[in-house]
């Protein structure tokens, strides 16, 4: 459980960057399972602090890999140029391989 164990000892970290957990699950099988679902106001994360962010943590993948996925999925959601969200929400699923799912706005089917 090494991996998760990294994530959760990140996750106060995160939530001092600006974050709230709304959700937390952990599945245990022979291939355990953390679910976390965080949440901010999308106007905490602009690029500036992002690359910030990222300077301050080289050493750490779990935020390495949250805050480049909120940096590449804002680039890409600006370059959309659909209509503006307030609410940014960060889901982590970590099992053998993490994934990290951004979004803005909360949708209507899970």
């Known amino acids: 459980m090494g991996l998760i164990d990294s994530w959760i000892t990140t996750l106060p970290k995160l939530e001092a ?3 709230k957990a709304s959700y937390f699950s952990v599945s245990m099988s022979l291939n355990p399972t953390l679910e976390i679902e965080l949440q901010s106001d999308i106007d905490a994360f602009p690029l500036g ?3 910030a ?7 750490s993948t ?3 890999i949250v805050f480049t996925a ?3 999925a804002l680039k890409m959601y600006q370059s959309a140029r659909i ?3 307030s609410q940014l929400i ?12 951004v979004s803005f706005g909360k949708p209507a089917f899970n």
């Open 17 to 19: 960057y600006g974050f």
């Open 83 to 85: 209509g503006p969200h």
């Open 53 to 59: 962010i990222l300077a301050e943590n080289p050493a």
């Open 90 to 101: 960060v889901k982590i699923y970590v099992r053998l391989s993490p994934e990290v799912k």
């Open 49 to 51: 602090r992002i690359d």
């Open 70 to 72: 909120i940096k590449n």
């Open 62 to 64: 779990p935020v390495n």
